[in-house]
């Protein structure tokens, strides 16, 4: 019997930029960095920050020249809306665990809006067992999954805003400002904690990172249907993860070296002589990330021209 020849393999592209992904529901952030990079025939791609499974929203998902900007993305500010269940805890903190405990206790609207001020600010939490952090090498959840016990160091987190959206007796929902590290779950348990009973996340939706929102972010469904031309344009430019960073505008002559690595002086009135964290553009293209030290940008990571 004729065998049918092996399907050729899809050629890679040298394609950059920032898929700003509407993750869905039951889909790691692996699976969908993946998805996106087939779907798009990319040679690299990387995601700024880990979505559980069960969470849905906000996943930027860089490709190429943008994975070199990964770092200031994840650094970011987020925005998390979530549904807290109360009178239950689970090994997960979230819907998919088991039951730990439970309680009959319901707080009124009244005692949940007096204890979000307790934990706004810098706050201290104790991250899930179920979480990525790596205890001895290895990731939490998988000891957590065989079953040995975690002991999950406390950590220091800084929450701006946390309010309440809406109350009822069996779950409430909350929107949350935070920065890198925050644990929703974590959050969750504590605060049911604090009013004297229990409580896991129903249901989580990021709405930012940094600049990437909502308002931007793309259904996957919709990514699938489109062609690759029209793909491509749904990118956002490798620039635009670089907001929280100070930029510092070359012409083209400085961009030649700056690409070559080498560090070119900063000229003019307006000329900075020291910035920790930077990134060079070109016509509001990036060119490279790095820092100004006496006056000279000093490239750290080159952003190629495609």
Not at 146 to 159: F, L, N, Q, S, Y
Not at 264 to 274: E, F, M, N, Y
Request: charged content about 25%; hydrophobic content about 40%.
């Amino acid at each position: 019997m004729a065998q049918n020849p092996p399907a050729k393999k899809r050629p890679k592209r040298n394609v950059s930029g920032w898929l700003v992904l509407d993750k869905p529901y039951d889909m790691t952030s692996t699976e969908a960095v993946g998805k996106v990079r087939w779907l798009f025939s990319a040679k690299k791609a990387g995601h700024a920050g880990t979505l559980d499974p069960l969470a849905t929203g906000v996943l930027p998902i860089a490709l190429g020249e943008a994975t070199k900007t990964v770092p200031p993305v994840q650094d970011g500010t987020k925005i998390y809306r979530f549904d807290l269940a109360w009178g239950r805890t689970t090994t997960t903190g979230d819907a998919e665990g088991e039951t730990l405990e439970t309680s009959n206790n319901r707080p009124s609207e009244a005692e949940v809006r007096a204890a979000l001020p307790e934990f706004t600010g810098t706050i201290t939490q104790v991250p899930p067992a179920f979480s990525a952090i790596k205890i001895n090498g290895e990731r939490a959840y998988d000891l957590a999954r065989a079953g040995k016990k975690v002991d999950m160091p406390e950590r220091e987190v800084e929450i701006t805003r946390f309010e309440l959206l809406e109350h009822g007796p069996e779950r409430s929902r909350f929107e949350v400002t935070c920065a890198k590290g925050t644990y929703i779950r974590a959050l969750a348990r504590d605060l049911a904690e604090h009013l004297g009973t229990k409580g896991y996340v129903a249901g989580l939706h990021r709405a930012a990172v940094g600049a990437f929102t909502n308002e931007i972010a793309v259904n996957l469904d919709d990514l699938e249907a489109a062609d690759l031309e029209d793909r491509d344009a749904m990118l956002a430019p490798v620039a635009s993860g670089l907001a929280g960073l100070v930029e510092i505008t070359v012409d083209q002559r400085q961009a030649v070296i700056i690409r070559l690595g080498n560090p070119v002086l900063l000229t003019g009135a307006g000329a900075p002589i020291s910035v920790t964290s930077a990134w060079a553009s070109l016509n509001g293209e990036a060119i490279a990330l790095g820092f100004v030290e006496k006056g000279q940008f000093k490239p750290k990571r080159v952003i190629l021209a495609h």
